[in-house]
């Protein structure tokens, strides 16, 4: 879309979310759900396919436009853009990437439109940081496949009405090799989702485990090449990364306007707390900060976009932002003083919600060897 195009969304995705998910945020957070009403009004949008193609119903934005609509979508809570992040983002992508034309003509339209929650089905109890080493099964068997195996942590999985799963294919090789990808509608018989995760925070985005028992899928539920499923895993995830760099700075964002806020009205000795210089020196770290992140995350966009650089610099940007949000949410708490601590403050709650950023789509630690690794390859040092 031109510039002009791409504004009137910007803009309207601000308004939906400052004027109408913003006064909910309390809400949802106990009531752990997202209103009908707000999904109605996301997919009325088109956020359920803004970065699908526009050939298939999307809007077909690029990284440099995903990340400017991600800092507004980070402005609220993370369980808003989580309802629709997976249709986005690694469910939606690896259709739209390696599907085949048919799986593009008949899932990518219902999921742009909202119709259809997909699911990314690849961590697993003891295949997380490294999904290579991922043991659910993908077994031929005439013209199905039989899958069995459990995944852990399925954003979107009780709500799914399909799962892209990620199952080992060739039991002869090993790490990322052998591994492949399937489409399963979440009604195929043998498919069961477990009860919702309890977690920490971002209540609102349901998380369960999901276990397949048997479960037989067509021929074509195959997505691309047959043993190619981890290298599919990877691309996406790496788009992913710097999706989430830019909902940090979202994030930060609000609660550095939060923050600036009440230091300027908070009464302490007769005078806002913003007058104690210790207060100022807080506002600044986190101003910088962010300042740094949102430079960081709209360059690294660029790079994406013109092929330069699709993994380190998105890496990069996760490593950073991920942590810096983590900072700027504990200095709101720290800036609110005792009223951070309370369950009703704004920050407090994206003090909790925070933590998870720094843990998925790739730890901070893992972030820190993809980065260090290629870097030290690019140097001539052999793998292994």
Known sequence: ??????????????????????????????????????RAAAADMGLFGY???????????????????????????????????TNNGIAGQ????????E??????PRLAAGELIGSFALTEAEAGSDPAGL??????????????????????????????????????????????????????????????????????????????????????????????????????????????????????????????????TAQQGGAPIGRFQLVQAMLAESHAELLAARSMVVDVAARYDSGEDTSVGPSSAKLFCSEMVARATDRAVQVHGGLGYLRTTPVERFYRDARLYRLYEGTSEVQKVIIGGALLRAAGMPRG
């Open 135 to 264: 043991r659910t099964t993908g077994r031929r068997d005439g013209d199905e496949w039989a899958i069995n195996g459990g995944k852990r942590y399925i954003t979107n999985a009780p709500i799914a009405d399909l799962f892209v799963v990620f199952a080992r294919t060739d039991p002869a090789e090993r790490g990322g090799r052998g591994i492949s990808s399937f489409i399963v509608d979440a009604r195929t018989p043998g498919v069961t989702v477990g009860p919702k995760d309890k977690k920490m925070g971002q209540s609102g985005a349901w998380t369960a485990e999901v276990f397949f028992d048997d479960v037989r899928v067509a021929a074509d539920a195959l997505i691309g090449e047959e043993g190619r499923g981890y290298a599919k895993a990877l691309t996406v995830l790496s788009r992913g990364r710097l999706h989430i760099a830019a909902l940090c700075v979202g994030m930060a964002q609000r609660v550095l306007d939060e923050s600036v806020a009440y230091a300027a």
């Open 94 to 101: 690896v259709i739209a990437k390696f599907g085949s034309e």
């Open 1 to 38: 879309m031109d510039a002009e195009d791409f504004l009137q969304v910007k803009d309207a995705v601000r308004q939906l979310v400052r004027e109408v998910v913003l006064p909910r945020e309390e809400e949802i957070d106990h009531t752990d759900r997202i209103p009908d009403e707000l």
């Open 103 to 108: 799986q593009k003509k008949t899932y990518l």
């Open 51 to 85: 970065a699908l193609p526009e050939e298939h119903g999307g809007l077909g934005v690029t990284m440099s436009e995903d990340v400017q609509l991600a800092f507004e979508f980070g402005y609220t809570t993370p369980a808003f853009r989580s309802l629709f992040g």
